[in-house]
């Protein structure tokens, strides 16, 4: 893909005689939608490609490959639709709508890049200033929350036992160093979990949000004409020929999931699957059903577009707990195996993913630490601590991982005396 900062603009031009498309469209980057015909065989059925609404004339996308052509990456070869093939949906081909669509495809870009060097440096990203870190958040789709505290216990274990490496003893200043350290982590941890929203530490956060008053003080007038952001609705995508349909929508709707029957527009449809995609703001769930013949003796859940205000406040709420349960999953993976099975049944919570995520972390934090002790020559009682959590979390990497089940840990059953995971 080219280098600059701005994408090279489509070039269109007429295939050649032999070539087995009428038009050829050069991209610098692959365009969202743009699907290939699929040939059929014996088994599956030929699938149509994308439909491309080019002034008067609909085309096909037949083929999509790579070219050596420079400032382009991709080209598709689009001839004229058949009309055999019914149109499901068409996408409109105009140089506003892909200048549009490049800008989206570098933000992306960019987006992705700052996210891989947020994973890679989640030890020092976890340090931002508070609002640059909800900046990444919202650019990236990364949960801050979950890395700021990994980033706080990281540091503290890493730099401990790094301090140890020029003696037995630390001297004043690195004794003044680790204090800071071990009551900044404190500290950060306890905000984190009570708030739930990202923290940094309190010595990069404070000099910075005193430059942003200084430098930037149209910012925080913008702040207070923050907009509201509102949900779309559904997108309803009917296939009469199949009798399926498929429903992308903004919210995880538990009458969609596939435990029961619905009926839409008259019709009665059984869940096929479903799946979420798309990150932030542009993650959708996809709903996939197929139309079936109704039982004229039962009656079915209706599922209506737009839904009624008391149905959407319910889903939204519904939303929000399925996503409390996901954001704080390094958390919820300590907790009682009982709060983890009810997670997983209510909000698809991978219970024992998470509680080996936790074992692990709290097993290099235990070595850690406990490589700290013997340095510091501390007496055997200091030992304590990270002899049972090195045990606890063998036992519970066992749990997860040889018998795919959750397992408690002690720092989860003290946290949830004072928090609560959603109902």
């Keep these: 893909m080219p280098s600059s900062s701005k994408l090279s ?4 031009r007429n295939a050649g005689p032999g070539e087995p498309v009428e038009v050829w469209v050069y991209s610098a980057f692959e365009k969202d939608q743009w699907t290939a015909r699929r040939p059929g065989d014996l088994t599956h059925a030929e699938h149509p490609g994308t439909a491309i609404q080019m002034g008067n004339d609909l085309y096909e996308v037949m083929t999509a490959e790579g070219t050596i052509e420079p400032g382009y990456i991709v080209r598709y070869g689009l001839k004229k639709w058949d009309n055999r093939h019914a149109v499901r949906r068409t996408l409109l081909y105009t140089p506003e709508a892909q200048a549009q669509a490049a800008e989206e495809h570098l933000d992306e870009t960019r987006a992705q890049d700052l996210r891989k060097r947020i994973m890679i440096f989640f030890f020092l990203a976890g340090l ?9 958040e919202r650019e990236t789709a990364l949960n801050m929350t979950v890395i700021a505290a990994a980033s706080s216990l990281t540091n503290f274990f890493v730099l401990m036992t790094l301090a140890q490496i020029f003696g037995a003893a630390p001297g004043p200043k690195v004794e003044y160093v680790l204090e800071y350290i071990f009551f900044d982590a404190i500290a950060r941890i306890l905000w984190i979990v009570f708030s739930g929203q990202p923290h940094g530490t309190l010595i990069l956060t404070l000099p910075y949000l005193l430059w942003e008053s200084v430098a930037h003080p149209e910012r925080r007038a913008e702040k207070k004409e923050e907009v509201k952001f509102s949900l779309e609705g559904d997108v309803i995508i009917r296939r009469p020929e199949t009798g399926h349909l498929t429903i992308r929508s903004m919210l995880y709707d538990d009458l969609l999931l596939g435990a029961t029957l619905i009926t839409f527009e008259g019709n009665v449809y059984k869940s096929l699957h479903w799946h979420e995609e798309g990150k932030g703001w542009k993650r959708r769930w996809v709903y996939e059903f197929e139309k079936i013949d109704a039982d004229p003796k039962l009656k079915y859940p209706e599922y209506t577009r737009p839904r009624t205000p008391a149905r959407l406040r319910v889903v939204e709420e519904f939303t929000r707990r399925r996503d409390q349960a996901h954001i704080f999953a390094m958390i919820w993976g300590t907790f009682p195996r009982g709060e983890q099975l009810r997670l ?17 972390f709290f097993l290099a934090g235990a070595v850690l630490l406990g490589w700290a002790m013997f340095m510091f020559r501390a007496p055997g009682e200091f030992l304590v601590c990270p002899v049972y959590m090195t045990l606890e979390s063998i036992y519970r990497l066992y749990k997860s991982k040889s018998k795919g089940e959750p397992a408690a840990s002690v720092l989860g059953l003290l946290l949830s005396v004072f928090v609560r995971p959603p109902k």
């Design 9 to 12: 603009a489509d070039r269109l």
């Design 128 to 136: 931002a200033p508070d609002p640059l870190q909800r900046k990444w």
């Design 344 to 360: 997983q049944e209510n909000y698809q919570f991978p219970a024992a993913h998470w509680t080996s995520v936790t074992a692990g």
